[in-house]
């Protein structure tokens, strides 16, 4: 093989690695983001459909703020299998490509260098280590200056504001 081919895939190997080790510890960041949402129903009807949907989700109180109308709730992240699975598969990919392109570079008929890919299962543990957590969710909710309509302030990931706008069909402000 050309002796130019060979580096430059080297180097382009060791930029996909490096992609791979920030989308494994992208992977496990926190999301927090604040948005206010827009219901029909009164404050009064709302608060119960509330309740019940973060209650479903396995949240509970932990601070209420009466003067505010705010209510915060801690609830337990569990981290996804498939996402775990997911990556130690794209890091086994990645190993096994780095492993390959150092043997043809470097000439070595060891199987030693192969023992990398060894440390693909690393990824999967590092993600299910960081990514189940300790979430809080803080709502205020008012009522609008009409009587048929509440403004709801979410402070949450935002994957679950995402599942409390389609579950209750809240609209964005």
């Given at each position: 093989?050309?002796?130019?081919?060979l580096p430059s895939t080297l180097v382009l190997t060791l930029l996909m690695s490096v992609g791979l080790i920030f989308f494994i510890r992208a992977s496990t960041k926190e999301r927090t983001e604040t948005a206010q949402l827009v219901s029909q129903l009164p404050e009064a009807s709302l608060m119960p459909q509330l309740k019940?949907?973060?209650?479903?989700?396995?949240?509970?109180?932990?601070?209420?703020?009466?003067?505010?109308?705010?209510?915060?709730?801690?609830?337990?992240?569990?981290?996804?299998?498939?996402?775990?699975?997911?990556?130690?598969?794209?890091?086994?990919?990645?190993?096994?490509?780095?492993?390959?392109?150092?043997?043809?570079?470097?000439?070595?008929?060891?199987?030693?260098?192969?023992?990398?890919?060894?440390?693909?299962?690393?990824?999967?543990?590092?993600?299910?280590?960081?990514?189940?957590?300790?979430?809080?969710?803080?709502?205020?909710?008012?009522?609008?200056?009409?009587?048929?309509?509440?403004?709801?302030?979410?402070?949450?990931?935002?994957?679950?504001?995402?599942?409390?706008?389609?579950?209750?069909?809240?609209?964005?402000?």
């Amino acid at each position: 093989m050309d002796t130019a081919i060979l580096p430059s895939t080297l180097v382009l190997t060791l930029l996909m690695s490096v992609g791979l080790i920030f989308f494994i510890r992208a992977s496990t960041k926190e999301r927090t983001e604040t948005a206010q949402l827009v219901s029909q129903l009164p404050e009064a009807s709302l608060m119960p459909q509330l309740k019940e949907y973060f209650r479903a989700r396995s949240y509970r109180v932990a601070a209420v703020d009466p003067q505010q109308n705010k209510v915060t709730m801690t609830g337990f992240v569990k981290p996804s299998w498939f996402l775990a699975i997911f990556l130690t598969i794209l890091a086994t990919v990645g190993f096994t490509s780095l492993s390959l392109v150092l043997s043809m570079l470097f000439s070595i008929k060891s199987f030693l260098l192969y023992g990398i890919v060894l440390l693909s299962p690393l990824s999967g543990i590092f993600y299910w280590n960081k990514a189940g957590r300790v979430e809080n969710v803080s709502l205020a909710v008012e009522d609008t200056d009409s009587e048929q309509s509440s403004k709801i302030t979410v402070i949450a990931h935002r994957d679950e504001i995402i599942s409390l706008e389609e579950a209750l069909r809240l609209k964005r402000v």
